[in-house]
């Protein structure tokens, strides 16, 4: 009944996303073929993009050697190998990133705070209008775990991404905790064998689906309006000697 549901919603939609590109990024700690919640809580998101036709791929970061480090290819830098120069073409080339965390210790997962130290690693790249590459692409967050700390993770996590030149739609996180305290994760199975824990939660389905259609929004207004103008933001002009405006400290 609720796909039916859903099937109709989707048909409601008149507007085309099949020209954009998502990018979701897990950052749990379990490599594959080990199971993920922060997977199943991916998708959500995933199932409305890919049904509205949006061209999608799905990265597991702690499948690849990623280095550590602050620059764009850390084998510069004395890495023996790193695998994030590969990861960057998946994300450049994407109009929507939704990374996915666990929570653990009421933080981010290290493999998340890796890829938010190598996304800032590419913040001083430029794109064609000389504003950095990040400008006119959006991003939003899914968090799962079975303690506190979804608005806190949101929180942070949101912020690095703006930080770096994303757009955040309002409402652009969701996250699913359950009970504080030891037990069962989002999509274990239930006790009772009937369905799994966390797919009936309404908050949680609500918050998932208005962050992934408000990503889709965002991103149609800023890919259709040609990005973010670059008047007053272009690294480049400022490097020319242009100031938009800005008092010069001289006169004041």
Not at 2 to 29: H, K, M, P, V, Y
Request: glycine share 12%.
């Amino acid at each position: 009944m609720l796909d039916d549901i859903q099937e109709g919603l989707c048909a409601e939609n008149r507007t085309d996303f099949s020209d954009l590109r998502a990018l979701t990024i897990n950052c749990t700690l379990k490599p594959s073929p080990e199971g993920s919640h922060t997977d199943k809580l991916l998708g959500i998101p995933e199932t409305i993009l890919v049904r509205n036709g949006v061209d999608l791929e799905q990265v597991r970061l702690v499948n690849h050697d990623i280095a550590p480090g602050v620059y764009p290819d850390m084998t510069d830098h004395g890495a023996e190998r790193d695998d994030w120069p590969e990861i960057w073409k998946k994300v450049k080339a994407a109009d929507i990133l939704i990374v996915g965390t666990p929570i653990w210790l009421g933080e981010k997962s290290s493999v998340c705070q890796r890829l938010i130290e190598r996304l800032y690693a590419q913040s001083g790249e430029t794109n064609d209008k000389g504003q950095y590459a990040f400008y006119g692409k959006v991003a939003g967050c899914i968090v799962t775990g079975n303690e506190d700390g979804i608005k806190h993770v949101g929180m942070g996590l949101l912020y690095s991404l703006q930080h770096v030149g994303y757009t955040i739609p309002p409402q652009a996180d969701a996250g699913w905790i359950g009970e504080a305290g030891p037990g069962p994760s989002y999509g274990d199975a239930k006790e009772d064998g009937d369905g799994y824990v966390g797919f009936d939660n309404d908050f949680t389905r609500r918050n998932a689906t208005f962050a992934t259609w408000n990503l889709l929004h965002m991103a149609r207004m800023l890919k259709d309006a040609g990005g973010i103008p670059c008047h007053g933001n272009s690294v480049d002009l400022w490097n020319e000697g242009r100031r938009f405006d800005a008092p010069n400290p001289d006169y004041r």
